[in-house]
């Protein structure tokens, strides 16, 4: 695992539901409804975390039925745990090995985890290979290179201005190709055709400042992950330098900024 990587803790899936999964959710109802996915499609979610783009596919599109994949054990486990709906099913798998038949998927979907994916073109021909020929792909990502999360990006300047080693860590550094412009020729790239990408933003709000540090305390996911390695007075030093760049008294508002991405298989 490399530097970068290492504080990529995703197996905490309530730990994770509080830190992003509850924003994740807002991103995947705008999403859906923007998709205007068929009804009755067979569809596959790569990557469903907690499950928060699983709820917006049942509550928002018709699909006929849901077969929703992750890694982690324990985000399959949550995910299963919180849907209700006979439609889903849930099994471990990657997005280098859907676990479907060629040509059997209406809708192929992931949601804030392709940049993840170690290698991206490899997973997206993996999704045209199980895609039908008319079928529709897409996802969404965070806009990690324009400070598209702003709780974030204000975690790392802080970080940054302690230890400026800690600019290696950010996602921005990470993740250089989750613009427009990147998305668009990852989507190129790997043949697709009829390739869409749009912006949508939603409001990040906590009530006051220890909201804010609270789920940076619980280590699922990159900042988390960083923030509970460093030793105790840095990490108060840490949280001192946040409290000032944002206050202490009041609601702390910030906006979240992801890019939404559809596309149709390469004939």
């Known amino acids: ?50 499950g928060a783009l699983t709820a917006a596919i049942l509550a928002g599109a018709v699909p006929r039925s849901l077969l929703s994949i992750d890694p982690s054990a324990d985000f399959v486990a949550h995910a299963r745990a ?18 479907a038949e060629p040509a059997s998927i209406d809708v192929l979907t992931s949601g804030l985890v392709l940049n993840f994916v170690s290698d991206r073109p490899a997973a997206l021909a993996e999704m045209q290979r199980v895609m039908k020929p008319d079928g529709l792909l897409s996802f969404y990502v965070w806009d990690y290179p324009g400070g598209g999360i702003g709780f974030i990006r204000q975690f790392w300047l802080a970080a940054i201005e302690i230890d400026p080693a800690a600019a290696e860590l950010g996602e921005d ?20 055709r009829d390739v869409v990408i749009a912006p949508v933003e939603i409001e990040t709000r906590f009530e006051d ?12 996911g990159p900042a988390p992950g960083y923030c509970m390695s460093l030793a105790e007075d840095h990490r108060a030093r840490l949280k001192a330098r ?9 609601p702390i508002s910030l906006v979240a900024r992801a890019w939404i991405a559809k596309a149709s298989k390469q004939h």
């Open 173 to 192: 550094r990470r993740f250089p190709f989750c613009t427009r412009e990147g998305l668009l020729a990852l989507c190129h790239g790997a043949g697709l």
């Open 82 to 99: 919180a849907t209700g709906d006979k439609r889903a099913r849930f099994e471990i798998a990657d997005a280098l090995n859907l676990p």
């Open 242 to 250: 946040l409290a000032e760049r944002l206050g202490e008294a009041g």
């Open 209 to 220: 400042f220890e909201a804010f540090w609270q789920p940076f305390t619980l280590g699922a």
């Open 1 to 50: 695992m490399s530097g970068s990587a290492a504080f990529d803790a995703w197996s905490a899936g309530d730990s994770y539901e509080h830190y992003m999964g509850r924003w994740s959710r807002l991103v995947a109802a705008k999403f859906v409804a923007w998709l205007s996915p068929p009804d009755q499609a067979a569809w596959l979610e790569i990557g469903c975390g907690t």
